[in-house]
């Protein structure tokens, strides 16, 4: 197996070599056969290196790649002229047409959360929207007529739409087998009310999965008042951007907000918080969001060639840092001591139990 290994900036060079170690770990203690690690460079060192964030040698050697991991990002502190519309990651979504975010928020056992009962899936259209960088074929979708003026186009489509909600019905039917949609339709009738509709026609296809509709300020709402009331939320790019941060934090940290990016062929894993430049180098940031994000990404592989042994290391990692937090084992973030390179210690020792 062949996956790609992005770095990126801040301190995605320690978690990413901190999930790297702990997915061997997982695949050995599975009987899968070892990763092939295909190392490529983005963010400052490739402007360094290459000059360009996102270098074309980097693009092509993920077109020979079904699946990588990718490190946080910090286009906001690169030189100006390397500072596009469209940043590295999303650059990278929209090359490879990776239009479902998929995006788990669970409380641990053993971590103070603000909702201990919330488990859920925030299925975010990653396509189009009102992310003025990737809803557009070119330029990024956002205009200014005046110096006092700005505009944004946000686009909705329905065959984005479907896509979307077929994945949002595939997750939960393996959950739970609810769904709600979070729409504006109140306000954006257009573009909310085609998003909803769309949603509500797919839902027939799946008769045994319960389905209602939410606006997205009372799904906020519902979020801290009741989490574990939601199992699967499927909505467009930004309001499911902002919900899984919030449903992120309510879990204990975004240090856990793990997520996936993929299309049906390929699959992108990518923590959901940013690039913590304060805290590079220093050993300390939490490295769990990302090895989340590559047990979702392992998860992917082994449901789409049926391979068991990738799926259990999957499973492994899940369990592994449900037991390390379980001991009473955290990163700072979380109220913890625990360095870096300590915690992923002891989720690779817990990846070998059963």
Same mark, same amino acid.
């Given at each position: 197996?062949?996956?790609?290994?992005?770095?990126?900036?801040?301190?995605?060079?320690?978690?990413?070599?901190?999930?790297?170690?702990?997915?061997? *770990?997982?695949?050995?203690?599975?009987?899968?056969?070892?990763?092939?690690?295909?190392? =490529?460079?983005?963010?400052?060192?490739?402007? *360094?290196? !290459?000059?360009?964030?996102?270098?074309?040698?980097?693009?092509?050697?993920?077109?020979?790649?079904?699946?990588?991991?990718?490190?946080?990002?910090?286009?906001?502190?690169?030189?100006?002229?390397?500072?596009?519309?469209?940043?590295?990651?999303? +650059?990278?979504?929209?090359?490879?047409?990776?239009?479902?975010?998929?995006?788990? +928020?669970?409380? !641990?056992?053993?971590?103070?959360?603000?909702?201990?009962?919330?488990?859920?899936?925030?299925?975010?259209?990653?396509?189009?929207?009102?992310?003025?960088?990737?809803?557009?074929?070119?330029?990024?979708?956002?205009?200014?007529?005046?110096?006092?003026?700005?505009?944004?186009?946000?686009?909705?489509?329905?065959?984005?739409?479907?896509?979307?909600?077929?994945?949002?019905?595939?997750?939960?039917?393996?959950?739970?087998?609810?769904?709600?949609?979070?729409?504006?339709?109140?306000?954006?009738?257009?573009?909310?009310?085609?998003?909803?509709?769309?949603?509500?026609?797919?839902?027939?296809?799946?008769?045994?999965?319960?389905?209602?509709?939410?606006?997205?300020?009372?799904?906020?709402?519902?979020?801290?008042? +009741?989490?574990?009331? !939601?199992?699967? =939320?499927?909505?467009?790019?930004?309001?499911?951007?902002?919900?899984?941060?919030?449903?992120?934090?309510?879990?204990?940290?975004?240090?856990?907000?793990?997520? =996936?990016?993929?299309?049906?062929?390929?699959?992108?894993?990518?923590?959901?918080?940013?690039?913590?430049?304060?805290?590079?180098?220093?050993?300390?940031?939490?490295?769990?969001?990302?090895?989340?994000?590559?047990?979702?990404?392992?998860?992917?592989?082994?449901?789409?060639?049926?391979?068991?042994?990738?799926?259990?290391?999957?499973?492994?990692?899940?369990?592994?840092?449900?037991?390390?937090?379980?001991?009473?084992?955290?990163?700072?973030?979380?109220?913890?001591?625990?360095?870096?390179?300590?915690?992923?210690?002891?989720?690779?020792?817990?990846?070998?139990?059963?």
């Amino acid at each position: 197996m062949r996956l790609g290994l992005i770095e990126g900036d801040g301190i995605g060079p320690e978690v990413v070599r901190a999930t790297r170690v702990v997915v061997d *770990e997982a695949l050995a203690a599975a009987g899968a056969p070892a990763v092939e690690w295909v190392e =490529l460079p983005m963010g400052h060192r490739a402007i *360094e290196e !290459f000059g360009a964030a996102l270098p074309e040698h980097t693009l092509r050697g993920l077109e020979e790649l079904d699946a990588w991991i990718l490190g946080p990002h910090d286009n906001a502190s690169y030189p100006a002229e390397h500072r596009g519309a469209v940043a590295p990651g999303g +650059a990278i979504r929209k090359q490879f047409g990776l239009f479902a975010n998929i995006r788990p +928020a669970r409380a !641990f056992p053993g971590v103070r959360s603000a909702a201990p009962d919330i488990d859920l899936v925030i299925v975010r259209e990653n396509s189009e929207g009102f992310y003025a960088d990737r809803n557009m074929f070119a330029g990024s979708g956002e205009f200014q007529p005046t110096r006092d003026m700005a505009m944004a186009v946000g686009v909705v489509t329905r065959r984005a739409c479907e896509l979307i909600a077929h994945e949002a019905f595939r997750v939960a039917s393996a959950r739970r087998k609810r769904v709600t949609i979070v729409h504006k339709a109140n306000v954006l009738p257009m573009t909310m009310g085609l998003f909803r509709d769309v949603c509500h026609e797919v839902a027939r296809a799946y008769p045994g999965v319960e389905v209602d509709d939410e606006h997205v300020d009372a799904a906020a709402a519902h979020l801290v008042r +009741a989490a574990g009331d !939601f199992d699967v =939320l499927v909505t467009e790019n930004l309001f499911g951007d902002i919900l899984s941060d919030l449903a992120g934090e309510l879990s204990g940290s975004l240090g856990m907000a793990a997520s =996936l990016n993929c299309s049906a062929t390929r699959a992108m894993a990518q923590a959901v918080h940013g690039a913590a430049p304060t805290l590079a180098g220093h050993n300390r940031a939490n490295p769990v969001a990302l090895q989340l994000s590559a047990a979702m990404l392992l998860r992917w592989l082994g449901t789409r060639d049926a391979d068991g042994a990738v799926s259990d290391a999957a499973d492994r990692i899940e369990r592994a840092v449900a037991a390390t937090f379980a001991a009473g084992i955290a990163t700072a973030d979380l109220g913890g001591q625990a360095s870096t390179a300590e915690f992923t210690e002891q989720v690779c020792a817990r990846v070998h139990r059963r």
